[in-house]
C-alpha cells in the first residue's frame, strides 16, 4: 500500500472510532421517563422572568411551550421564525412563553439583547420544569 493509501486509512479510521464513540455516547443519554401525552393536562410550573419575577403557566389559552438554551445552535436558528409566528397569531389568541434552560441568567439576558423576543420568555436554570415535560435534549 503507498504512502497516501495508508494515509487515507488512518484517517478513516480515525473518524470510524470517533463516530462509534459519538453514537455510544448519544444512545447512552437518558430518555424521558414520560412524553407528554396529547390532551394531557398541563404541567404546572412557576418561573422567573429575566427580570426575575416569577410567572406562572396561564390556564385555559393556547400556547407554544418551546424549551431551549442560548448556547443550542437550532434553538439559537429558530427564534425568528417564532417572533413570526407570535406577530401573526398573537391576536387570535397564541400565546408564546419559550423556556431557558441557561444555567446563567447572564447568559440568557445578552441573547434577548441581540435577538427580537417578543413572546414571554422564562428562566429554568435547574431544568427542573424541562424534566417534568420530559425535555433531555434540545431543541
Known sequence: MNEGHSMKYRWLLILCVFAGIGSIVW?????????????????????????GVMQTLPKGEVMLLNFWATWCPPC??????MAELHDKYASRGLKIIAISVDHRRDDLTAFMKEYRMPFQVLHDADS?????????RYP
Open 128 to 136: 427542573l420544569v424541562s424534566r417534568s415535560y420530559g425535555v433531555f
Open 76 to 81: 439559537r436558528k429558530e427564534i425568528p421564525s
Open 27 to 51: 444512545l447512552s443519554l437518558p430518555e424521558a421517563p414520560a412524553s407528554v401525552r396529547q390532551g394531557a393536562q398541563a404541567v404546572d410550573f412557576s418561573l422567573p422572568d429575566v427580570q
